[in-house]
T-cell receptor, first 112, second 114 residues
Framework: KNEVEQSPQNLTAQEGEFITINCSYS?????LHWLQQHPGGGIVSLFM???GKKKHGRLIATINIQEKHSSLHITASHPRDSAVYIC??????????????FGTGTRLQVTL | GAGVSQSPRYKVAKRGQDVALRCDPI?????LFWYQQALGQGPEFLTY????????KSGLPSDRFFAERPEGSVSTLKIQRTQQEDSAVYLC????????????FGSGTRLTVV
């Protein structure tokens, strides 16, 4: 079982739809990152969370530490939101505290 | 520079060839990470530097993989005697401190071993 699991793996939505991507993890963490990766492109950090909720434009990220679960929401989705969205966690374990463990990503396609 | 720069963007190597991948982190960033991303998978940790010290190399898959950051800035990931299973995107990331804030990724080097 992977330490970080995302759902769904693939998601197709029509422009304007509200989108939710989920992330569950099995280890104690000090922080959780939501990342965006465009085809052939690099990875962009969207959010880093350790509690509560953050909002940036049409993106909202929430985390429930007790339930070991986080969600990324996109409101009023647009074709330019099409990308792979990756959840990554920073473990509380001793050692390399900053290294990230990644989920396998959610491939989002937003159509007109 | 403004971001993390990796070169080359693409590399095709014949099986058995040695390759060197370069990462130029954001100036002043203390932490530098290398990750390997196989097709359709999330990135997997390879190694971590704090300044010039390699503090964690637990993710390096074999002794054919070697990384260095001799002056605490530019880092090189070297793969000796490449094999087909080494084909992947190699991502470099840096952050200002050791706590994970300001994590910035490079665009990666796509290595194809033929």
């Amino acid at each position: 079982k992977n330490e970080v699991e995302q759902s769904p793996q693939n998601l197709t939505a029509q422009e304007g739809e509200f989108i939710t991507i989920n992330c569950s993890y099995s280890v104690g963490i000090s922080a959780l990152h939501w990342l965006q990766q465009h085809p052939g492109g690099g990875i962009v950090s969207l959010f880093m969370l350790s509690s509560g909720k953050k909002k940036h434009g049409r993106l909202i990220a929430t985390i429930n530490i007790q339930e070991k679960h986080s969600s990324l929401h996109i409101t009023a989705s647009h074709p330019r939101d099409s990308a792979v969205y990756i959840c990554a966690v920073r473990s509380q374990a001793t050692g390399t505290a900053s290294k990230l463990t990644f989920g396998t990503g959610t491939r989002l396609q937003v159509t007109l | 520079g403004a971001g993390v720069s990796q070169s080359p963007r693409y590399k095709v190597a014949k099986r058995g060839q040695d390759v060197a991948l370069r990462c130029d982190p954001i100036s002043g960033h203390v932490s530098l990470f290398w990750y390997q991303q196989a097709l359709g998978q999330g990135p997997e940790f390879l190694t971590y530097f704090q300044n010039e010290a390699q503090l964690d190399k637990s993710g390096l898959p074999s002794d054919r993989f070697f990384a260095e950051r001799p002056e605490g800035s530019v880092s090189t990931l070297k793969i000796q005697r490449t094999q087909q299973e080494d084909s992947a995107v190699y991502l470099c990331a840096s952050s200002p401190g050791t706590g994970g804030l300001g994590y910035t990724f490079g665009s990666g080097t796509r290595l194809t071993v033929v």
